[in-house]
Every structure is written in C-alpha cells, then in structure tokens.
C-alpha cells in the first residue's frame, strides 16, 4: 500500500533520511522506533509531502507520491496526525474537527460527524467545549478524530502518547486498535517502543536516518540490541 525505496530528505543543506526503503501493507500496523534524531518524524513528513524529497521514491496504492502536493496526498486517503496534537484550543471541539473535513462536501459534514462521534462518545458530549479545556487525552483523541474525518485509507500517527498518563497510554492503544478494526492501515512512530512493538505487526529500526532493523515486532521485541537500546533492559 505505501512503499518508500532509498528516499532520501532533510531540512536545508542537511540530510536527515540517508536512504530509507520500507513498506506498510493494507491492513497492517507498522511501526518505525528509533531514538531522538533518527529520522521517524522526518520520514512521515517525507510521506505527507511537508518537506521535499532529495532522491528516491515513495508510492501510496502504487502511484508515485514523491512530488506529489500534501493537499492532493491527503485528497487520495493518507492521513498525517503530527506530534503535540496541534489543536486550535480555542476553538471547540466540533470546530476542531470540521477542520479536518475540508476535502468533503459540506452534505456529509453531519454524517462524518456522526461516525466520529459513533467511535468515539465522550467528543459527542464535549462537542461544544473549547480545545483547551480538555484533558491530554481527551485532546489526542480530538486529533486522531480530525484525521478520521478524512475518511482515509491510511493514517500515520507521531507520537500519539507522548506526555500522557499511563491510564490514558492505554486508552490511545485501544484507539489504534479501533481505527485498524474498522479498515484503516496504521503506521505508528512512538517513542514509547514496547507500546508500539506490542501494537505492530512489523516493525523498523531507524538509527540517524538509515533503517538499522526490520521484521515481525516479537522478533524485534526480543532482539537483545533493541532491549538493551529502546526498552532499558
């Protein structure tokens, strides 16, 4: 469904991506671990077409993305759900996601809404609240909804547990879960490794910007170098 071959990126003069190859197949959740500066953020905004790409290619349902727009690779069904939320906070909740909308027509705003608030209730019930005025996860699940209002095919989430408690770490797990029950692919970058190698069905490895390490996350999971570096054990 979306493959990268030897893309290469970065900001300015300096390279970031080194010439990572991957793939995500439909149905799967695919993680991509690494610590602080290797690449995992720089390689979904590579995907999303919010940086250029220097050399290589990447494909989304076999069609050629590389220099691609971001608005025309959100419009074919690939969904970026950026690190720290990015909520507009004084803006309710229902405004938060009709933002997400803005490819549909405004006929199926009430339906989409409807869905989202099918998956999850409570946004329903605090439709009306300013951003702001939530807890942390109620604000990532206001994210993750606003990606869903899409519609998409494929979602890539960044960090989705970043700064919660552990109580809500668990709640955004079963998010994941859900949006891959109800059809949609998922690639995953988390720091938090064991939550996103329990998560996954395959995993990667990115150390400064070149995969180290790929396979099926329990084989990833019990690799004494990924134990020893992601997990402290």
């Known amino acids: 469904m979306l493959e990268l071959t030897a893309v290469q990126a970065g900001y300015g003069p300096a390279p970031v991506l080194r010439g ?36 290589g290619t990447i494909r989304f349902r076999g069609e050629l993305i590389s220099n691609a727009s971001s608005h025309l690779v959100v419009r074919r069904g ?46 329903g019930e605090r439709e009306r609240q300013l951003a702001r005025s939530l807890s942390g996860g109620e604000q990532q699940m206001v994210a993750i909804a606003r990606g869903l209002m899409i519609q998409p095919a494929f979602v890539m989430l960044d960090e989705p547990s970043l700064g919660l408690a552990p109580k809500l770490v668990r709640q955004v797990a079963e998010m994941i879960r859900s949006i891959r029950a109800h059809g949609i692919t998922v690639m ?12 996954a ?25 990924v134990r020893a570096a992601y997990l402290g054990l």
């Not at 439909?26 to 077409?49: D, F, P, Q, Y």
């Open 188 to 199: 995953l970058v988390e720091q938090n490794a064991r939550l996103a190698l329990e998560l």
């Open 78 to 123: 690939l969904v970026h759900i950026p690190e720290g939320r990015r909520l507009f906070a004084d803006m309710t909740v229902r405004e938060n996601l009709l933002l997400g909308a803005y490819t549909c027509r405004r006929s199926e705003l009430d339906a989409r809404l409807a869905r989202v608030y099918e998956w999850f209730p409570i946004l």
């Open 20 to 55: 990572v190859s991957l793939s995500v197949k439909e149905g799967e959740i695919v993680t991509l671990i690494g610590s602080n500066g290797a690449g995992k953020s720089t390689t979904l905004r590579a995907i999303s077409r919010l940086i250029p790409v220097r050399a």
């Open 201 to 225: 069905d395959r995993a990667y490895v990115l150390q400064t910007g070149r995969i180290a390490l790929e396979g099926p996350s329990r084989e990833v999971l019990d690799n004494q170098e």
